[in-house]
Nanobody
């Protein structure tokens, strides 16, 4: 499956932003989707994940209550709604896919998008 992330940009602290990841190539509905992020000089970290039918969602503690992951299988797209953005949310955000169940570890994902930059300024 091919993944294309989009929607990143420059926002101010406290703003909201929604990023998207469009999938193609295989049956999107069979895949769990995850969002990860990587800031300069840091390792890639888990942000959120959603199971293949959307019934299970996981969030990193750092974004819980502020970010919401969702998916539209009819549009082959997964979204990450980010509210109350903080400076520390600045990173390249990557979407990833794996078969069926959502996981929190990058190594458990088989397909990756190219990333979209989110920059939060004060």
């Amino acid at each position: 499956v091919q993944l294309q992330a989009s929607g990143g940009g420059l926002v101010q602290a406290g703003d909201s932003l929604r990023i998207s990841c469009a999938a193609s190539g295989r049956t999107f509905g069979n895949y769990a989707m995850g969002w990860f992020r990587q800031a300069p000089g840091k390792e890639r970290e888990f942000v959120a994940a959603i199971s293949w039918i959307g019934g299970t969602r996981y969030y990193a503690d750092s974004v819980k209550g502020r970010f919401t992951i969702s998916r539209d299988n009819a549009k082959n797209t997964v979204y990450l709604q980010m509210n109350s953005l903080k400076l520390e949310d600045t990173a390249v955000y990557y979407c990833a896919a794996r078969n069926r169940e959502a996981r929190r570890t990058p190594d458990e994902y088989d397909y990756w998008g190219q990333g979209t930059q989110v920059t939060v300024s004060s």
